[in-house]
Structures are given as C-alpha cells and as structure tokens.
Nanobody
Framework: QLQACGGGLVQAGYSLRLACTAS????????MGWFRQGPGKERELLAG????????YYGDSAKGRFTISRAARKNTVYLQMNGLTPEDTAVYYC???????????????WGRGTLVTVSS
C-alpha cells in the first residue's frame, strides 16, 4: 500500500514537502513517482525516481521547482516543491511500477492522493 502525506494549504511562494511510503517487500525494486490532478485537468506525471535513487525524471511542470528524492533501495519517496503558485493546486498522488520513469502507463500501483491548495 502506498501512503502519501504532506499536503495542505499554503500561500503562493511557499514550499511544501510531500512524502510517500510504500509497504516493504511488495514495492521493492520498483520505480516511484508523483502525479497530480488539478481541477478539470488530466492527471499528469510530475517526477519519477528509480529504485537506487539515482536516476530521475521530471515533467515540464516540475522542472526547476520540484525535486524528487529517494534513499537507495528504500520505499519512501519525497517531493520537495518550491515557489508554489495557485496553478499548483491539485491532488497529488504517489505511484510505483516500472521500468520506464517517463512513461506514465508504467506506474501501476497507486496510493490515495493528498490535497495541495495554494492561495494567492
């Protein structure tokens, strides 16, 4: 089971750090990533990281402001989000799967989302 946390209400310009923990064993060896779905928008892949925590992928919305991290061979992944804007308001989801970081269809295991609301 994937469990995401860290969402909340913040003002524009502030930062948030999301965390997602996966049950040991079931998700070992898998890539992990973060998606989000804003109001009236499709779910988009923000970032992914491999099992070793070395290779990462960032979608266009995340480049330059968001950082994904993962301790090597651990089932906890973080998403540091800086310089948040109201356009970042969305439900953020943690997912796992493989093998390709940039392929949204490779993420087959999903957790419940955590809501991030950014006020102007």
């Amino acid at each position: 089971q994937l469990q995401a946390c860290g969402g909340g209400l913040v003002q524009a310009g502030y930062s948030l750090r999301l965390a997602c923990t996966a049950s040991e064993g079931t998700y070992s060896g898998l890539i992990m990533g973060w998606f989000r779905q804003g109001p009236g928008k499709e779910r988009e892949l923000l970032a992914g990281v491999d099992w070793q925590g070395r290779s990462t992928y960032y979608g266009d919305s995340a480049k330059g402001r968001f950082t994904i991290s993962r301790a090597a061979r651990k089932n906890t992944v973080y998403l540091q989000m800086n310089g948040l804007t109201p356009e970042d308001t969305a439900v953020y989801y943690c997912a796992a799967g493989g093998p390709q970081l940039s392929n949204r269809d490779d993420y087959v295991f999903w957790g419940r989302g955590t809501l991030v609301t950014v006020s102007s």
